[in-house]
């Protein structure tokens, strides 16, 4: 979500989970937002920062993943730490994670 902080625009993403743990993502914009004026200044305006938001995304959710992957095999060591074993339907996610699985009827 792009968001003003003090005329500074930032795009910000925010992790919560039920243990005590939060951590948010945000770059800061240096591209202004136009007015709603239609003017040639302001589309050059509006195309200099949705170009500039477009760039930032793909890094934004990039950072994600590598905070959530992270999260994820910390949570498998204290899983496996307490003796706790995947159960075979979170085996096969595991195993087939980032992959599309069609069933096959049979």
Same mark, same amino acid.
Do not use: W
């Given at each position: 979500?792009? $968001? @003003? !902080?003090?005329? =500074? =625009?930032?795009?910000?993403?925010?992790?919560?989970?039920?243990?005590? $743990? @939060?951590? @948010?993502?945000?770059?800061?914009?240096?591209?202004? &937002?136009?007015?709603? !004026?239609?003017?040639?200044?302001?589309? +050059?305006?509006?195309?200099?920062?949705? $170009?500039?938001?477009?760039?930032?995304?793909? +890094?934004? =959710?990039? *950072? &994600? !993943?590598?905070?959530? @992957?992270?999260?994820? *095999?910390?949570? +498998?060591?204290?899983?496996?730490?307490?003796?706790? =074993?995947?159960?075979?339907?979170?085996?096969?996610?595991?195993? !087939?994670?980032?992959?599309?699985?069609?069933?096959?009827?049979?």
């Amino acid at each position: 979500m792009a $968001s @003003t !902080n003090s005329s =500074q =625009q930032v795009l910000r993403a925010g992790y919560e989970s039920p243990q005590p $743990s @939060t951590r @948010t993502f945000e770059y800061q914009l240096s591209s202004p &937002i136009a007015s709603s !004026n239609p003017s040639a200044e302001n589309t +050059k305006l509006k195309v200099a920062y949705l $170009s500039e938001l477009r760039s930032l995304v793909p +890094k934004l =959710q990039d *950072e &994600i !993943n590598v905070f959530l @992957t992270e999260r994820m *095999e910390e949570d +498998k060591k204290e899983a496996e730490a307490q003796g706790r =074993q995947l159960s075979a339907k979170e085996a096969k996610e595991e195993e !087939n994670y980032g992959e599309e699985v069609v069933e096959e009827d049979t």
